[in-house]
């Protein structure tokens, strides 16, 4: 055994973030024990900055594993820890609020969200499938007790229910997965995997029955149509919050994990894989974006976007290597818009009693900040320039046609249209639709106001200089994929 | 043949036919008491597969943590809540079609497995005994053995989240 | 006919077949939940066969030595300890469910339109 205490110093260094939040969590377990409640928030959020800042501190290494070859330090990895940290800090901008107004002074919720993204960091950085599993396993059993988190509500009890059956059921799967490959190839690590890559030609039958089970899995917790029925219901039973934070950090941890996973498989060579997720890619983006237009509750409206989401983030996969960087950026920017969306919706909800879309009639006469910054999350959602949310769907598309993907890149660009009529529908609902609010309407307090601008401001810079985020992307990647650059 | 290789076909064939039996109760016994029990038979016999697999130390764990550990608490819950037997148990549309896809599944997993076929299992397996493990768990798999206390710590707040008494409504 | 690989996979494969069929239909949210503990053990079975099969192959040389056997055995540890963890959560859940309701019938507690 190479066993060296030198060597788990150096390590213990190179997963400083992961370690940190490690540490601010159980700091914040005990805040909660005494009773220093109101500082919870902010330490949170700053724990998740300083995760940040030491994840992007040291100096950028090309590729380089830590513990034995079982997690990516160097890569991409420092960026997807900044990206899964920052989605983390937007919704603490818009929990605490939420949480006084509803009445539930839950404070736990802060330590399990700091262990959620301990969770997504492990499976976007794992070099070994074991550490995409419990990593998967960490941030999903949070999320079960974000969605059952109302105890005494039935929709709350129900969503949690269905999500932790369905979400254990597609971990079963995961796993199988997971398994059949070990028996193919011998090793569960991917880089092992892919240094033997030899034997998975040698079996093809094998090999695509358990990489079909293990995209399964990933299709499940990214909500890809044919298992995405679940989406909905479990979005709006969760606290609205929480829900954003469902349907973008653990989306964008799944992606990055299974994208890492498919491209060190090299699948791009294997015209099957990439067929399946096409038409996976084809029906979310159909089904999400159809179903949409005829939901009158925003939250649903909202998941049913989420669906369509996938869709257009699938279709980067399913570009290869060189969509990759276009997934992570439409991951990035998703997460900006939807936390904000989400958050908004979370607002309005105690003063409007509910989350139905005939509320927000007259809206944005009542109040016109928080009507001026939905729409500019509407806006940025339905692709429209010149917000990031445009910039982010051409980044997939690009990629897409690039690849060869010519059609799916079609069917993308017309269902954006379909998405373009359901948002801007709600924004016509909020100015131009007859006045039936009640007196009182949604307002800002310092956090949330904080919030919704400070991402109100990402989307519009990100929108003009999308560099900003790509350019970084690409550096990091440079080391290991280059032909990302030719594309753009 | 010798005696050795009769008595391990006889306990292969034991605990297979014994763990298949559990899981077929399981999912037909109406009484949640009866189908947790058959599925205890069943984990018992898994770990006498995993003992003709010699592999010990997994097998001892299996029992403790498994049917030991998890399955009480189950058994705990059900009877906690004093849950009824299930009603409408009559074979419907939906069920027969969940039997096909279980079937397909089945041939899908046996056809892939085919290529199994006579791989041996049989010989010394250095990795049931206890100290090669311990070693592989505090050398090559420390991380992940420090990152299941995260996994266990979240589930115990989830758990105290959801299960106690708040006083708020 | 010494039991080999393909034995024991299929008793895993039966094994998870049932544990699917159970999920699809049974009612009661505990009993589906054991149905996936019971998928999760079939795993296990296979991960444990495939180590010693990969063990033994080592131990023979050649080509079929390029395998690492510890991963297998190792693998079913966390998955064990994961299944501990997602049991507690799962059984919390139904117990508040059970708190509002009496009942956990997964098919009744449907407030929501598909």
Redesign the interface.
Known sequence: ???NPGD?VN?SVM?AP?LFL?AV?LML?LMDVLKAHSSMPLIAGLGLIGAGVLAVLPEKISSMQ???G??EVGNIAPLNIVFLCLSGVFTIFFLPDYLKRQ????Y??Y??LI??I??MI?MANAS?L??T???L??FS??L??FA??F??E??S??A???Y??LG??A??FL??G???L??L?????LN?IAA?ASKLTD?P??FF??IGLFIIGFLFKVSAFPFH?WT??VY??TPTPLAGFMATGSKMAAFIALGTVLIKLNFTQYDKLVNVLALAAILSMIYGNVVAVRQKNLKRLLAYSSIAHTGYVLLGLCAGKAGFVAVIFYMFIYTIMNIGAFGLVGIAERTLADTDMDKWKGLGIKAPYFAAAMSLFLFSMAGIPPFAGFMSKYQVFIAAIGSGQILLAVIGILTSVIAAFYYIYLIVIMYFGKNESPEVSPRFDWTTGLGVGLLAVLILLLGIFPSLVLQPLLQYMSGSISAVAAAF | MTFDSIFQIAFFWFFAILGIAGGIGLITQKNPVMAALSLILNFFSIAGLYLSLQAEFLAVIQILVYAGAIMVLFLFVIMLLNMQDEQNQQFDVMKGLAFLLGLGFFGELLFVFNSFMGKSVSGAFPLGKVEPIGMQMMTNYLFPFEMISVVLLAALIGAIIIAKKHSYK | MEPNAFMYLTVAAVMFAIGVVGVLTRRNGIVVFMCVELMLNAVNLSLITFSKMHSVAAAAGGAAANVNPAAGSMMVFFVMCVAAAEAVVGLAIVISIFRNKLHIDINDVNIFKW
Do not use: Q, W
Request: net charge negative; aromatic share 14%; proline share 2%.
């Open positions: 055994m190479n066993f788990i390590f997963v992961i490690l969590g377990m830590a513990f034995y079982m997690i009445d539930k002074p839950i736990e919720v330590t399990l262990f959620a301990i969770g492990m070994d074991l550490i599993f419990i990593g396993e960490t059993i949070a079960y007790v059952a988190l105890k005494k039935e929709t009890n129900e949690g229910l269905k932790f059956l254990a059921f971990s079963a796993l199988l997971i398994s059949l070990y028996g190839t011998g090793y569960t690590n092992d033997n079996n039958a094998l029955t358990s029925n909905p219901d709006s039973g």
